[in-house]
């Protein structure tokens, strides 16, 4: 099926331009997508030079692209439609009427988003990621004090990731601790982790979807067997019913599902905002 | 100054309606927000007790509420008019063209974003997140032949969440290994990242932002003395000199923007896309 370019452009790191077109494109099932990023383009020449890529594309006779961008300038906005594509600007379509409902200018400064204009909120991301990393995987320097929330499932249930994106992604300070034989067989949970019951937080997800991840990781031994993962899913949910623990099954769900639904069902609050 | 709330309202994650309403407010530095996130938006009872929430946000006598919504069905969108505030949705705006540049009509299917549409992303992004923990700091179990880039810097250089941003947002398989004292006195790599000289990044940073960062880290000893930071940043240069490693300055980025520069300086394709 022929392909069709969508340019995620952005005269900054361009994260707000591939969210908002991923959000958009993904409602497309029956197109051919290729995606492709233009970061940093924050001159005029960077602008034409982008204008000469897209119409490139265009020339080899492939569909007319599609233009997702987050330009802060009209001047460029500007520049841009001399290009032959469709064009769509977060910008052009909301700046003017905020600026309306606020009763303020824009500042028109790029790279106010995803820039450092906050260093404080820069410091609460990697001290969050220090933490978590810190207190992954119930190892030894645990700070379960000043945990936010303390993830707990078996091994693979995606602990690690979902406490690595909430830090990155919100600051927030996530601990985790794997749930292993010591807690199937007594069926408790240590005292360090009863102590702080009200931060738990549980991962759940389905024997056949864990059997897959464990292959790809070990694909030897009893770790991957379906007589395991079932007997550690079961002795797992015995635990959270026992402790009252809320929990999510991350079967279907991405990293960004289960950190959004963690927050959300916990309501513990983002110490940064993306 | 009086606050105004802007909701960031979603029928999934919330984290497109988050990154597109940052974007847009921080255009705004006069204002006084408080960000809500609402995610998981996706009944009608539900949109209707959203509107009730800014309703009452309203009535306390705030400014009126900002809504930047990404809701895909438009009977919820519909619903969400009759809040009292100002309602941006993206799919509002951009649906409608897109489908007819594409010609085909929208899935309107909620949760393809950042759902798990795609479990081979999901995969990808986890093996990039352990390959990034595995090659974290220099650590025993290199793995530097399957890297897609090898970060190198002095300690607190933003080393390691750069390579975790990388790995969770783009799947990209990022190492990082520290300079130390071992390279100052020589002046030289070891013969194992030599080998991979293509695939080295460095990064640097201003020597008073090292010592503000090191200072909240280790306040006392030599680690965070004008001296020390001076040395380890003098040699580092001499290093990416030496070895023609291309770097980035990392003092007045956010880890988006050092994430950006590389893949955007290295060419390194995204293995996945947010």
Known sequence: ????????????????????????????????????????????????????????????????????????????????????????????????????????EPSFEAGRAHGMSDIDAYMKRIEATNFALANDDGGISRNYDVADVILVGVSRSGKTPTCLYLALQYGVYAANYPLTEEEFESGKLPDFLVKQKDKLFGLSIKPERLRQIRKERRPMGSYSTPQQVRFELRETDKIFKRYGIPHVDTTEFSIEEISSRILDSTGVDRRVRP
Chains 1, 2 share one sequence.
């Open 1 to 104: 099926m022929t392909e069709r370019t969508v340019f995620l452009l952005s005269d900054q790191t361009g994260v707000t331009a591939e969210t908002l077109g991923h959000s958009l494109i993904t409602q497309f099932a029956g197109q051919n997508f290729r995606q492709m990023t233009l970061p940093f383009i924050d001159t005029e020449d960077k602008v034409r030079e982008a204008v000469r890529t897209i119409n490139a594309v265009r020339a080899s006779g492939a569909p007319k692209p599609i233009v997702f961008s987050t330009l802060v300038q009209a001047e460029f906005r500007a520049i841009l439609k001399d290009a032959d594509c469709m064009h769509l600007d977060i910008f052009d379509v909301f700046l003017e009427p905020l600026a309306q409902e606020l009763e303020e």
